[in-house]
């Protein structure tokens, strides 16, 4: 098992060392080739508000675990929404301009519609699974693109600053940058504090401090993203770097908001012992029970807990068929144990984003109609709405 080695971090938004410490954690996860040992410790600076991973992990050891990560499974829904990034681009069409966007996975459907709007495409992306044309923002030309992009990857960058300046120094001046995070001020609803590769947790105040210093200005701040749960932030470049100046009650109100993510994690918690307990019941009456999805949030259904023989564990990705060999468990596709499946009487999801695609899927297949307690979905609130 490979492990993420942390350093100490100062606030990037203030350069201040006062910090609190809200939330100690760790996670194990099986990438492509490895697997890794994740600790993390977020933080909360008393003099800005800006929260971070403190101590974090080092620039090189994020780079050569997310090197070793896979791109997004083509055969199953994105897991957000094209249209929603189209019509923020749309906004900003140059056709003769160059288009980039950092973490670009494997081209695809989005990619193809980018093509109306821009003369020229760039991929950027880290993981040695992808073909994208770059490996590093650091690779782009000086004052070459028009717009850059880059969605639900800031928050992964353990040195933001340098990472905005070497987008600012990438665009042609006048030229835009279209961001998408998670919103620190939405933690109180979902599991997003409990995103172990989540260096960062920003607010639209501290990420627009961070930006300005640097020569982005925002021009528009929203909560129009392509997730769940994201706030997105548009920059223009501009000679003109502004001054960081503290906000009084940033925080008190990031503090609140990680605290609400706490709470979210201990509910969380106790579903994940009601779930442990429905699973230990229906196989003492010898019932089948399926597990779907190989995430983090399974392994934490798993954590100290043995499944039973009665119980199977699939993934869409083939890909991810030895992801849990260190547990012992094998993960199968479900068209290969599609009459297991058929016969449970218990479906619990560990991809919340999927939950409807999966239960659908299931009735398509093979007849079977699944609902209320025969469905558990981790990560999702008592009504059922999305938390992660």
Known sequence: MLKINLQPRLCECCGGHDLEQVWDSEAIVTRANNTWLFPY??????????????????????SRYYADGLTGYKEITPPYSIDARIEVLKKFSTPQGVFA????????????????LFGKLLLVDVSDDSS??????????????????HYDVLEHVADVKSFLT?????????????????????????????????????????????????????IELGHMCSRPYGLLAIFRKEEIKT?????AYEYLDALACLRGGVAQIRLCEKHLEHVRDQITWLALKQ???????????????????????????????????????????????????MEHIKQSELLVICAPRYRLEIIEWITAKTGKRLSGPQVQVIGAGPSGETLR
């Open 41 to 62: 410790s977020i933080a909360v600076c008393r003099n800005c508000g800006f929260s971070f991973n403190s101590p974090c992990p080092s620039s090189a050891d994020l």
């Open 101 to 116: 966007e950092i973490g670009g996975d494997q081209p695809g459907e989005f990619h193809r519609r980018c093509s109306s």
């Open 132 to 149: 994208a044309e770059l490996r590093s923002v650091h690779d782009l030309p000086e004052n070459s693109l028009d717009v850059i992009a």
């Open 166 to 218: 070497t987008c600012c120094r990438a665009l042609k001046p006048g030229g835009v940058m279209v961001c998408e995070v998670p919103d620190i001020r939405l933690y109180p609803r979902n599991l997003l504090l409990q995103e172990y590769t989540h260096v960062n947790h920003f607010s639209t105040t501290t990420l627009s401090a961070i930006a300005s210093q640097v020569g982005l200005t925002p």
């Open 243 to 247: 001054p960081f100046t503290a906000s």
């Open 287 to 337: 019932k089948k029970i399926t597990i779907w999805a190989v995430t983090d949030l399974l392994r934490s259904l798993l954590a100290n807990f043995d499944l039973p023989a009665a119980t199977m564990v699939v993934d869409s990705d083939p890909r991810r068929k030895d992801h849990l060999i260190d547990l012992g468990v094998k993960v199968h596709t479900p068209e290969d144990v």
